[in-house]
């Protein structure tokens, strides 16, 4: 008897075995597009979070530039103290936006000076050129500055001389230095010379290669990691940053704008926000304005998306409202805006625009109201928006909250009457483990066609929290993956789909993980990074059915897959997720009167750990393998590796 079951055991063993080896059937209805894809499906959300503006990809190098922290030396040490009295911080209420700066009284010709530690260190490179700059007001003749940077042992790696001219009022002066050795965790020193009072402010280091070359702009390096994607939009500045931890400490629009020296500084809501990563020296400065993230998007090929306070304060922290009668200023900052982006020079904010170097209007489009905003409160507040965009600007398209979560009483509450609004876009977020994703590929298969229209604002998928930059794996990234096929087979409904956070600094960071992870540097791309790439870069622009066994495949036998056409390039690209750990064989039928190339393009991204990432030292860990296949006619026969996401581009005829 105990043979005879052995026997059976074998037997299905076999019998197993073999069913294993069994190609896989999907079908792809090539002729029968279900719907077509946005040209701004895949974008980037950008926040000031984990030192991501300031420190990150604004590139000024000094800290508390302005003394406008809360504490005013914050960032600074003094050289040589001299006696009571040589160096005064002054307040002055008259001026705009930055009411502070330092007075250095030099009775005696001493030699003065300031060292600054920048942002976790200075990161410069050797050979790179770095302008100093400064504003200043002084009578007094013969003032000289020194600069010089100094590497973590206090060699100088770089330095500069220069005098300044009598001025009797606030002037600029700035000098360029070679610096002769890299190293991330440079400190300046600022020597001051000569006799009699020197009044600075805006002390300011930049390198001079920046993005595009812009005097005082971007970091070149992390920009071109999102100009690679190709990203559809860019949605600024946030986040929770938008709310603020109460109304006072808001993002203002408007404060943001204009000359960069009375740009009002504020408190970054992730300061304090979590008692295990406290960072006290984060402030905002918003040498990256709002202008600056509209001319970020223009260069980028990538549509605006900005997101507005809606008069309400982050509901996790004071929860303030502003009352509904004292809501107008916060319903005239968005309909400025609109003119801001799109007015004619004429008007007062078009006018701005085009003094700040860009007469030409953004285009603004879409408009987000409120941030994962939630209740009764919410609704009452975007109504009053709703109505006075709607009247005065019907071409853009609002963008509503539908809270933190992608279920529950608050989501359902919301949706209910977001689309009893006639909303145009709803923002749904989602922080979720990797098993979510998994199990709500199909989420958007039965969302009604006719209604408001889907923005999967943020999402990442969390392995475990908090974790920093080595926690960003492939596990969580294949699920991503996994997910964003459901997005895409359902690009009718969701319009706009975007990764968050976007940058982690690997010593700054509060919130992980993240997509772009930095030092003062260097920059690499997560397994995330590179799934978000490789479906931005391969878009479409019209949905193509592919199922399996009449069903959408998503998640049967491991398999997640989409497809699209792209018109323009006559290509079929085929998505496909392999989420287990044996390779699964698969024939994709491809029905359809035209005719397919033999050879097609194969993209894979693969690896049987799922906890591997990448890091500073190992970049390329997870990056994409390119290779060409030939197929036989239309019946494709493709085995996909364990754990891989694998994309096929095919020239049709």
Do not use: C
């Given at each position: 008897m105990k043979k005879v079951v052995s026997l059976m055991v074998a037997l299905a063993g076999l019998g197993f075995s073999a069913a294993a080896q069994t190609p896989i059937a999907l079908n792809i209805q090539l002729d029968k597009p279900s719907g077509k894809i946005s040209p701004h499906?895949?974008?980037?959300?950008?926040?000031?979070?984990?030192?991501?503006?300031?420190?990150?990809?604004?590139?000024?190098?000094?800290?508390?530039?302005?003394?406008?922290?809360?504490?005013?030396?914050?960032?600074?040490?003094?050289?040589?103290?001299?006696?009571?009295?040589?160096?005064?911080?002054?307040?002055?209420?008259?001026?705009?936006?930055?009411?502070?700066?330092?007075?250095?009284?030099?009775?005696?010709?001493?030699?003065?000076?300031?060292?600054?530690?920048?942002f976790r260190g200075m990161g410069v490179k050797a050979g790179g050129a770095y302008e100093f700059s400064l504003q200043y007001q002084s009578t007094a003749k013969g003032m000289t500055i020194h600069v010089e940077l100094l590497d973590p042992q206090n060699k100088v790696i770089g330095a500069a001389e220069l005098p300044l001219d009598p001025v009797a009022s606030w002037s600029e002066a700035a000098v360029k230095f070679p610096v002769n050795q890299t190293t991330e965790k440079a400190k300046l020193n600022v020597w001051f010379k000569g006799e009699g009072t020197l009044d600075v402010d805006m002390l300011s280091l930049f390198p001079v290669d920046t993005w595009k070359g812009r005097r005082k702009g971007l970091r070149k390096d992390m920009v071109q990691m999102l100009a690679d994607m190709k990203p559809g939009f860019i949605r600024f500045p946030g986040g929770c940053i938008v709310e603020g931890r109460d109304l006072a400490n808001r993002f203002q629009w408007k404060k943001t704008v204009g000359p960069i020296s009375e740009r009002e500084l504020i408190i970054n809501r992730w300061n304090t926000e979590f008692k295990h990563r406290l960072t006290p020296d984060y402030f905002q400065t918003f040498g990256l304005g709002f202008f600056e993230y509209f001319l970020l998007a223009e260069d980028i090929g990538a549509t605006a998306v900005p997101i507005l306070n809606c008069g309400m304060a982050c509901q996790f922290n004071t929860g303030e409202v502003v009352p509904l009668d004292e809501l107008d200023e916060y319903v005239q900052d968005a309909l400025d805006l609109i003119e801001f982006a799109n007015g004619s020079t004429a008007t007062k904010w078009g006018k701005l625009r085009a003094e700040m170097g860009h007469p030409e209007p953004f285009h603004l489009k879409m408009l987000g109201v409120g941030n994962e905003n939630w209740g009764p409160q919410y609704i009452e507040r975007l109504a009053i928006f709703k109505k006075a965009l709607n009247e005065k600007h019907p071409e853009i398209k609002i963008i509503a909250s539908s809270g933190t979560d992608p279920e529950g009483d608050r989501f359902d509450f919301l949706d209910d009457k977001l689309r009893a609004m006639n909303i145009d876009i709803i923002d749904e977020h989602y922080y979720r483990p990797p098993s979510w994703f998994l199990s709500s590929a199909s989420r958007y298969?039965?969302?009604?066609?006719?209604?408001?229209?889907?923005?999967?604002?943020?999402?990442?998928?969390?392995?475990?929290?908090?974790?920093?930059?080595?926690?960003?794996?492939?596990?969580?990234?294949?699920?991503?993956?996994?997910?964003?096929?459901?997005?895409?087979?359902?690009?009718?409904?969701?319009?706009?789909?975007?990764?968050?956070?976007?940058?982690?600094?690997?010593?700054?960071?509060?919130?992980?993980?993240?997509?772009?992870?930095?030092?003062?540097?260097?920059?690499?791309?997560?397994?995330?990074?590179?799934?978000?790439?490789?479906?931005?870069?391969?878009?479409?622009?019209?949905?193509?059915?592919?199922?399996?066994?009449?069903?959408?495949?998503?998640?049967?036998?491991?398999?997640?897959?989409?497809?699209?056409?792209?018109?323009?390039?006559?290509?079929?690209?085929?998505?496909?997720?392999?989420?287990?750990?044996?390779?699964?064989?698969?024939n994709l039928d491809v029905v359809s009167k035209k005719k397919l190339t033999a050879t097609a393009q194969l993209v894979t991204l693969a690896n049987p750990d799922l906890n591997v990432s990448n890091s500073l030292e190992e970049p390329l860990n997870i990056r994409p393998k390119e290779s060409t296949v030939v197929y036989n006619g239309k019946k494709l026969v493709q085995t996909f590796a364990p754990y891989s996401f694998t994309l096929i581009r095919l020239s049709t005829k």
């Open positions: 499906m895949w974008g980037v959300f950008f926040e000031d979070i984990n030192l991501g503006a300031d420190g990150g990809i604004y590139a000024e190098l000094v800290k508390n530039r302005s003394f406008e922290f809360d504490e005013p030396w914050m960032g600074w040490k003094k050289l040589e103290n001299g006696v009571e009295g040589t160096y005064l911080l002054v307040n002055d209420s008259k001026r705009k936006g930055n009411k502070r700066y330092l007075r250095l009284n030099n009775a005696g010709n001493l030699k003065l000076g300031l060292q600054n530690e920048g298969d039965n969302y009604n066609r006719n209604g408001a229209k889907i923005f999967a604002g943020e999402y990442a998928s969390h392995t475990t929290r908090p974790n920093g930059p080595g926690k960003s794996t492939w596990e969580a990234a294949l699920s991503e993956a996994a997910f964003m096929t459901g997005l895409e087979r359902n690009g009718d409904v969701v319009e706009m789909a975007s990764y968050a956070p976007l940058f982690g600094h690997v010593d700054g960071w509060q919130w992980s993980p993240d997509l772009i992870w930095v030092d003062n540097l260097q920059v690499y791309g997560t397994p995330s990074y590179q799934v978000q790439k490789l479906y931005a870069t391969n878009r479409g622009t019209a949905i193509i059915p592919i199922m399996h066994d009449g069903e959408s495949v998503a998640g049967k036998d491991s398999l997640y897959a989409s497809a699209v056409y792209d018109e323009s390039s006559k290509e079929l690209i085929v998505k496909v997720v392999n989420y287990n750990s044996q390779p699964k064989k698969v």
